[in-house]
Each structure stands twice: as structure tokens, then as C-alpha cells.
């Protein structure tokens, strides 16, 4: 069944409503009519008849088509509007236009009206469609920036509970095994001289153990955030970074966190930490600086190397630096990536001391 056409039309002539309802038909189009010449009438038809397309002359007796736009802007913008009308001059077409009619049409060339209709409603159609994804986009968005947040503090509740594991369970088991080597050390004497020194051997690698636990323990989820803060933690990172690779690692800080977020703490630290995980897998450099500073209500957090650096303008294949804005991002921050190859790489990020 051919679908109707509901037309609004807004026409004080008889003559001219008849002339335009008849090309319309004879071009064969369905079509159901409304005519009102007043601004009540008009108002009241947009409402209850909800048509699919408005049709209006410019001059009525005390209303217009710009009032007419202005109403159907108020009440429902996304109903086709053309203007049907006799000689206008070009400057009035335009301004048509942009107060946001479709078309215009005028009453002595009706027979282009029909395909004007047409193209207005799939116009419309094509914007609601349009809009529809761009809302759906920006609720899967959310949807995603939710799951995303939600996974990361799992992730965190998990790195959180394996470090307490490993810290209370492997690192007892192991300084209760140094304890027994070293009553052994200390109690067995005559032995020989060869067992003596495995003995001692094996002190010193279950030292190396526990240093080990300790610091994989430290780097899943350091207890030094929450007894002692954050700037202590940065620093204490930092130098890991140095003893570890061989890389002199500066820090720097002058920051209050009296007020900052236990997340934001974490995400900074989570932040840095990759950082320079980045810059011992790639930048090659001899020297880093990381410094964090107070900006009001807002952290900065830089870290800057003088490795090898990259072209900031060629698309990146490495999701380390995804993830690095994606965690400034959770917690309503940014970041910025300054680097050219052979110039080094700085990474600086603001983020509020307290997320939204």
C-alpha cells in the first residue's frame, strides 16, 4: 500500500492551495492535506497532525514563513520545510535558507515541487539517521569507557591481592629458609670446607630471592603508594629504573598530594611506570628525568627522555601508547606526546586531583 503524504500547508489562497494539491496528484503522489493560514492554527496542526512535509507561502495576514520557521524550529525541526511562494528576490531565498528552510519553490514553476519534497524528506532522514548512530556511537562509547574502568580495577583489586600473596606467602617461606641457612651457617662448623661454602651459596641466592619478591611485589602493586604516597613512590620507582638498567633516572617533584585521589595516584603511577617501560624497550637513552607538579587542581606528570625518539606523524603500531591515553583519559585527564627521531621523547600528562 503507497504510503500518504501528510502536508502541512500554510496558504491564505484557496486558489493556490487547490493548484498545488492538484500538481501534486497529477505527478502521482498520496497525499493528505492540512491548511491553515494563522499562527494558533499552524501551531496546533504541527503538534497533532504531525505531518511529513510543511509547505508555506511567505505572506499571510499577520503571519509569515520566517515566524513559521522559527515555530517549526521550537516544536519539531525535523519535518521538511519548503517555502512555496510567489517572486521573491534572491536575498529573502537565501535568507530562507539559512533560517533553515529546505527549498523554495516558486508557485509558477510547481512541476519541480514533487522531486523537492522527496529530496527534503530523504535530507531528513538521512540527518536522523545520521544523528541515531552518532547517539548510539557515543552510548557504546560510554558503555566501553565503563567496561574499561571497571576492568582496570579488577585489575588493580588483582595485582593488589597477588602482591599481598606473594609478599605474606613466597616472602615468608623464603626468609624462613634464609633463617635455616642461617642457623646452618652459623652452627655447623666442622664441616667440610666445600659444604661451607655451598651453605653460603645458597644464603646469598635466597637473599637474591627475597629482594626478587619484594620487588615484584613492589612493582604489582607498592604498598609505598598508600603508607607513604605518591611522590615517594615516583621517586622510588625512578630509582629501580636506574639500578635495574643501568640508566640514570632523575626525579622531580614539588606537589602537594594532600587532596589527590587514591585513582589518580594509581593511574599516574600505572602511567609512569609504563613509561618507562617504553623507554627501556625502545628510546636506547642514557638519561630520564621524571618530574610531577602541582597546577592548582590539577597534576602534571612528565617524563622525559633523551633517546632515540620517533616521527609523532606517522601512525603508531604500538598499543603501549593507546594505553597510556586511555588511562590519563579515565580519570578525566590528557596527554600530550612531544618526540622527533634522534630529539629524544618527552610524555606529559594533566589529569585533576580529583576525577569527575
Known amino acids: 500500500m503507497e504510503k500518504i503524504l501528510k502536508i502541512l500547508m500554510l496558504e491564505d489562497s484557496g486558489d493556490d492551495a487547490g493548484l498545488i494539491q492538484r500538481e501534486l496528484i497529477s505527478q502521482g503522489l498520496s497525499i493528505e492535506v492540512r491548511t491553515v493560514d494563522t499562527r494558533q492554527e499552524f501551531e496546533h496542526e504541527l503538534r497533532s497532525f504531525k505531518p511529513d512535509v510543511i509547505l508555506s507561502d511567505h505572506s499571510m495576514p499577520g503571519f509569515n514563513s520566517i515566524q513559521a520557521l522559527h515555530i517549526h524550529k521550537e516544536i519539531n525541526p525535523r519535518i521538511p520545510f519548503i517555502l512555496v511562494t510567489g517572486t521573491v528576490s534572491e536575498e529573502f531565498a537565501v535568507q530562507a535558507l539559512q533560517d533553515g528552510a529546505d527549498d523554495y519553490i516558486l508557485k509558477d514553476k510547481l512541476t ?29 562509547n560510554e558503555e566501553l569507557k565503563t567496561l574499561a574502568k571497571h576492568l582496570k580495577n579488577v585489575r588493580e583489586d588483582e595485582r593488589k591481592y597477588i602482591s599481598r600473596e606473594i609478599h605474606d606467602q613466597l616472602g615468608q617461606l623464603a626468609s624462613a629458609i634464609k633463617i635455616e641457612v642461617d ?9 667440610e670446607p666445600n659444604a661451607k661454602t655451598r651453605i653460603k651459596s645458597v644464603l646469598s641466592t635466597v637473599t637474591i630471592m627475597i629482594d626478587t619478591i619484594r620487588n615484584i611485589a613492589m612493582s604489582l602493586r607498592p604498598s609505598i603508594i598508600e603508607e607513604l604516597g605518591l611522590n615517594a613512590s615516583l621517586k622510588w620507582q625512578c630509582r629501580e629504573f636506574q639500578r635495574i638498567n643501568k640508566t640514570k633516572c632523575d626525579f622531580e617533584e614539588s606537589l602537594n598530594e594532600a587532596d589527590v585521589d587514591e585513582e589518580v595516584r594509581i593511574e599516574l603511577f600505572r602511567i609512569c611506570q609504563e613509561c618507562l617501560t617504553n623507554v627501556m624497550r625502545h628510546a636506547r637513552a642514557d ?8 597546577f592548582g587542581d590539577r597534576i602534571g606528570l612528565r617524563i622525559a627522555d633523551d633517546g632515540k625518539g620517533f616521527d609523532t606523524n606517522q601512525k603508531s603500531t604500538h598499543l603501549g601508547l593507546v594505553g597510556l591515553r586511555e588511562r590519563a583519559l579515565s580519570v578525566g585527564g590528557e596527554m600530550n606526546i612531544d618526540s622527533a627521531p634522534g630529539k629524544g621523547t618527552t610524555i606529559t600528562v594533566f589529569v585533576p586531583k580529583r576525577p569527575n
Open 183 to 191: 642457623w646452618l651457617n652459623i652452627n655447623l662448623r666442622d664441616i
Open 287 to 294: 638519561r630520564v628525568v621524571v618530574s610531577i607538579a602541582d
Open 112 to 140: 519541480r515541487l514533487p522531486s523537492a519534497i522527496q529530496w527534503a524528506i530523504e535530507k531528513h532522514e538521512l540527518a536522523d539517521k545520521k544523528e541515531r548512530a552518532e547517539k548510539l556511537l557515543v552510548e557504546q
